[in-house]
C-alpha cells in the first residue's frame, strides 16, 4: 500500500508542478520572469528531489488557471489563499526537511523547516496569505528575494543545499 501512495504522490506533485507553471506562465505579466523560476524549480523535480508540491491560488488567479488547465486538457488540484492579493499564486513545495513557498508575482520566497506546527503544509484547501507571506517564523525561517540578475539562483540553491545536502542539479551547492 505504501508504494501505491508513494507513486500518487509522485504523480500528484508532478502534475501539479507542471501544470501550475504552465498556467502562470500564461497568465503572468513578468513571462521573463517567470521562465527562470520555472527552469529552477523543475530542475528539482525532474531530479525526484521534490517530494510534495501543491498550488495556493489566489481568487482571480484560480479563475485564469483553471481555464488554461482546462484548456489543455488538465484539472489542476489546488487550495485557495484568503486575505491577500486576488491575482496572487503560490506553489508550496517540500524539498528535503524544507517547506518552501514560492510566488507568481514579485513575493519573496519563503523558507520554513518542516513543522507542522509553523510551515505551511501542502495539499490543504484554504491557505492564510499572511502566514504564506510572513517575514517571520521559527529557527530556520528564511524569506529570500530574487534578483533579476538571476543570482537569486545560486542564494537558493546554496539555503537549500545548507538546510538538506540537496544540490541543485545545475547550479550544484550555490554560492
Known sequence: A???????????????????FRAIGKTTDRKDQWRTREQFWLAYLD????????????PRAKDQIRLVARAEGERLEHGVTTNGPPASSSLIMRIGDLVIAE????????FWPDNPDSAPQPYNRE???????????????????????????YRFARLIYSRTGIEHPAHGRGF
Do not use: K
Not at 2 to 20: K, Q
Not at 130 to 143: C, I, N, V
Open 2 to 20: 505504501r508504494a501505491i501512495i508513494d507513486v500518487l504522490r509522485r504523480w500528484l506533485t508532478e502534475a501539479a508542478m507542471r501544470t501550475f
Open 103 to 110: 510566488w507568481s508575482d514579485n513575493g519573496r520566497c519563503r
Open 127 to 153: 491557505y492564510d496569505n499572511g502566514l504564506l507571506r510572513t517575514m517571520r517564523g521559527e529557527q530556520g525561517f528564511q524569506a529570500l528575494t530574487h534578483d533579476a540578475g538571476g543570482n537569486w539562483r
Open 47 to 58: 531530479a525526484g528531489l521534490v517530494t510534495d508540491a501543491w498550488p495556493a491560488l489566489g
